[in-house]
């Protein structure tokens, strides 16, 4: 999705620009831009193209341009096909502003006809454009009094980097439910949407709140909220290493993050488990520990991968908390009327804790005043500092635009948090021991599953043709089954659906034939014999099929046509052992069809508009 960076200081702006796109590419953008001062020539520079940051950095390849302020943008299409014209930079019809925007104004087909009646020309089908005018209307020498009037009469989101001609030497930020930083040098500063655009310059970082609104000199910079009253915020230290976030020898970023499931369960349940007591302690709940106690039901919203985890999370807290858990797409919850009382509580999941609708039906729990939790992975996101309390999941960055890593430490989280919520009701402790003994084991068995990669990736070569595939699975290995559809269809293209193996004779069994092939998730748990009898169905169909099974069954060998085996632990626990199989053969497919794995096509990492 759209990324922001912008540079002021005494060095060259231009590749510290394109070196912050660059690491927002991971993000998913269709064209890019920069807008910079020729400090030689004391004029504003504006260069787009419709194509990646690389298009964009080729048309500096040869210039001598030394520009010490630029504001830049990678863009993903809302409003106005990908191009030349509708990408940012955009500005006002004297071409003396300039600004960069992340999010979507809502109100712009309004305010454009009022522009257009007052003489405004536009250039560009974007609603971001409006914004540039607007500021144009208002501007008497001031640039951030003229973005402060602007900001009064615009509905929607924002993060907003602008810089005007006629007011030089600064960047004027503003934020409004899209994220937005100042990252702190030594007489320079680089803003960002992202922390990845700035980690490599600076550590230390101060995030705008929403309705507030900074200026950002080389030598300082001051935040003010709208109604132009000082805020004094301390910085935060990003704790992002820059080897975190590049790719380490692998090919792919998605790969490598696969890899690092491993450690990623470690670092997600570092210290939080009391193996003699068979407790979790989650620090960032300690706060709301008796609040947690009294309520009777939680309901959950999440997006893309994010809501799977929690589809796996709501049978682990029933199972072993006892506690009534519902799981909804954030983007159906913000807009119906659901039903909450006090004893409610709200559970926000988000990787990168930005995604519009999440953090909206969050906002909307919020209003009902029921507490609200979060779990996130990017620290100092929206959801973490909104939610009454949350626990983060430790997975560090994850670039690939799929989400691998971060969708196990999601599973791990939950793991631990039905341990917790169970401990505080009906669940025994030797029963916590055995959670917590068989979270602890998990790390070791993953390493198992990763040594299967080669056999995956023959596996692979033998189904790449395959147009569609159909994913089963039943009770905790159902939302795998979605899980592994999702991933196939992300990174290969390949048409897959993924279903609860019961709904399987209430329709998909008519799409099956020898074309058509099955992933099935049967392993040695309380629904074996259940998905055995399945995919006989589909056998008997002369459907191809794929099962993935327990170490030592040896009698699925016989009946399909290829097997992946991977170690035994506790069932609720099985959704994190039985992902990594199905990313690992989705990356493979990807790769051997020449897929972006990635940046696949038309995807963000981080859905930040609706
Ligand atoms: C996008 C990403 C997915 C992610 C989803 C929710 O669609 O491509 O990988 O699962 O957003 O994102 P979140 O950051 O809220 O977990």
């Not at 660059?22 to 419709?50: H, P, T």
């Not at 009469?153 to 810089?163: C, D, E, P, R, S």
């Amino acid at each position: 999705m759209c990324g922001i960076v912008g540079y002021i200081g005494k060095q060259n702006a231009i590749p510290i620009s394109l070196d912050g796109l660059k690491r927002l590419e991971y993000r998913g953008y269709d064209s890019a831009g920069m807008a910079l001062f020729d400090s030689q020539k004391n004029k504003i520079i504006c260069v787009k193209v419709a194509g990646k940051v690389d298009s964009l950095e080729e048309r500096f390849r040869n210039s001598n341009i030394f520009s010490n302020c630029a504001i830049a943008h990678t863009r993903w299409a809302t409003h106005g096909i990908p191009s030349i014209k509708n990408a940012h930079p955009h500005n006002d019809c004297k071409k003396n502003i300039y600004l960069v925007h992340n999010g979507i104004i809502e109100n712009y087909k309004f305010l454009k006809e009022k522009l257009k009646e007052e003489g405004h020309k536009f250039y560009s089908d974007t609603d971001t454009e409006i914004l540039a005018h607007l500021i144009e209307k208002f501007f008497s020498g001031n640039l951030e009094e003229a973005v402060v009037q602007a900001l009064k009469l615009v509905k929607g989101t924002y993060g907003l980097a602008v810089i005007s001609k006629n007011d030089p030497g600064k960047i004027v930020a503003a934020r409004n439910s899209s994220p937005l930083l100042i990252g702190l040098g030594r007489d320079e500063f680089i803003i960002a949407s992202d922390p990845s655009a700035v980690v490599s310059y600076t550590k230390k970082v101060v995030y705008l709140e929403d309705g507030e609104v900074a200026v950002i000199t080389p030598e300082d910079f001051s935040i003010t909220n709208l109604r132009q009253r000082k805020i004094i915020r301390p910085h935060v230290n990003l704790k992002w290493d820059f080897e975190e976030a590049t790719k380490a020898g692998f090919p792919h970023f998605m790969l490598k993050e696969i890899f690092e499931i491993p450690e990623t369960i470690q670092n997600s349940t570092r210290g939080r488990l009391i193996f003699d007591e068979g407790l979790a302690k989650l620090g960032g709940l300690e706060l709301v520990l008796d609040e947690l106690r009294g309520i009777s039901r939680m309901v959950i919203c999440a997006c893309g991968t994010a809501y799977l985890a929690s589809l796996a999370g709501e049978y682990m807290i029933e199972e072993y908390a006892g506690l009534p858990t519902e799981v909804e797409y954030a983007s159906e919850f913000r807009y119906r009327k659901p039903i909450l009382n006090q004893n409610t509580a709200f559970l926000a999941v988000s990787q990168s804790g930005e995604t519009a609708d999440t953090l909206a039906a969050l906002r909307e729990a919020k209003r009902k005043g029921i507490l609200s939790l979060g779990v996130v992975n990017t620290v100092g996101s929206s959801v973490a500092r909104e939610t009454d309390a949350g626990v983060y999941n430790h997975a560090g960055p994850e670039i690939g635009v799929a989400s691998t890593k971060a969708f196990v430490s999601q599973l791990t989280v939950f793991a631990l948090f039905a341990l917790l919520l169970g401990r505080q009701r009906q669940l025994s402790s030797v029963m916590g021991q055995r959670i917590a003994k068989e979270i602890s084991a998990l790390p070791e068995k993953v390493k198992e599953i990763l040594k299967l990669n080669s056999q995956i990736r023959n596996l692979a070569k033998k189904y790449r043709d395959y147009n569609h595939f159909l994913y089963l699975g039943r009770k905790y290995n159902y939302p795998i089954a979605l899980e592994g559809a999702l991933k196939l269809k992300e990174i290969s293209y390949i048409h897959a659906e993924g279903y609860g193996a019961g709904e399987m004779k209430h329709g998909p069994i008519a799409l099956i034939d020898k074309n058509f092939p099955t992933f099935a998730i049967a392993l040695s748990d309380s629904v074996y014999e259940k998905m055995f009898s399945n995919i006989m169905e589909i056998k008997a169909r002369e459907g191809r099929v794929i099962v993935l099974a327990t170490n030592g069954n040896n009698e699925i060998k016989k009946m399909v046509d290829d097997v992946i085996y991977v170690p035994k632990t506790l069932e609720m626990l099985s959704p994190i052992l039985a992902v990594v199989p199905l990313q690992l053969f989705a990356y493979h497919i990807g790769v051997l069809r020449g897929c972006d794995i990635d940046k696949p096509r038309n995807l963000a990492k981080s859905v930040t508009v609706e």
